[in-house]
């Protein structure tokens, strides 16, 4: 469903031309969960935000559902990233303002889904991450482990083919993070949608199909030859 090929991405800082990534070449079937593993700053999350198309890489090809993103004009993409990919970040990034509910229920408004349906899904969701008694609460009062599962709930409502999550129990306690993990990797493995997960732990990317590392600006198979 994705497939990026010869993807580079370089930024200028202090006068110098960083080269961070040099030649992504990276195939997700439908379905199929990709841990990605890398020293910090190797650009992991820069990696993501090409892949989920907020950001724009100098050169490559970025297919994805058979639509190739940079022909996509801003209106078109932003549209595009709205029904077809889901993130999900460590730091969760719930709006303060909205409750639990208003935030699940967030993509579904971007999207125009008719407010009956929006609000049956966002019950299916708020029950689905165990939160059922929680949707009028604000953000602030959940514990770190329940604001994940909002975001997870925000990032899967809509149904994304593509999920895009960056260390999402980077900040949770093993069993709680093994929680979400698992609400991740369900719903990858019901062939619902590919995932994508940049994590730090080993244990974590055991879990995945597959283990890629991000090495001087390229992917590495876990285990064998390159991508
Ligand atoms: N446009 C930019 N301007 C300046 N620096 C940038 C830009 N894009 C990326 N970088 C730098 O490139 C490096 C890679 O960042 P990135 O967040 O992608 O790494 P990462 O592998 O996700 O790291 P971590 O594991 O610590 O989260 C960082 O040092 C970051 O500051």
Not at 38 to 52: D, P, Q, R
Request: charged share 25%.
């Amino acid at each position: 469903m994705l497939t990026a090929t010869g993807i580079t991405y370089q930024f200028r800082e202090g006068g110098t031309d960083h080269k961070l990534l040099t030649g992504i070449d990276l195939s997700l079937a439908a379905g199929e969960c990709v841990a990605l593993l890398g020293a910090s700053g190797s650009g992991k999350s820069t990696l993501l935000n090409l892949l989920g198309t907020i950001d724009s890489p100098q050169s490559g090809s970025l297919l994805i559902g058979g639509r190739e993103i940079s022909a996509l004009a801003e209106p078109e993409r932003t549209l595009f990233r709205r029904r077809h990919i889901g993130f999900v970040y460590q730091r969760f990034l719930l709006v303060p303002t909205l409750t639990v509910a208003e935030n699940i229920r967030l993509p579904l408004d971007l999207l125009g889904v008719p407010p009956t349906e929006a609000g049956e899904r966002v019950a299916h969701w708020l029950e689905a991450v165990g939160l059922a008694r929680r949707g009028d609460s604000f953000p602030d009062r959940l514990s770190g482990g329940e604001q994940q599962r909002v975001a997870i709930a925000r990032a899967l409502i809509h149904e994304p083919d593509l999920v895009l999550a960056d260390e999402p129990t980077g900040s949770l306690d093993p069993e709680t993070g093994e929680r979400v993990l698992a609400l991740l990797l369900e719903r990858a493995r019901q062939g619902r949608g590919a995932l994508l997960l940049v994590t730090h732990s080993e244990a974590v990317a055991a879990r995945a199909d597959r283990v890629l590392r991000l090495e001087h600006g390229r992917l590495v198979a876990e285990g064998g030859p390159g991508e």
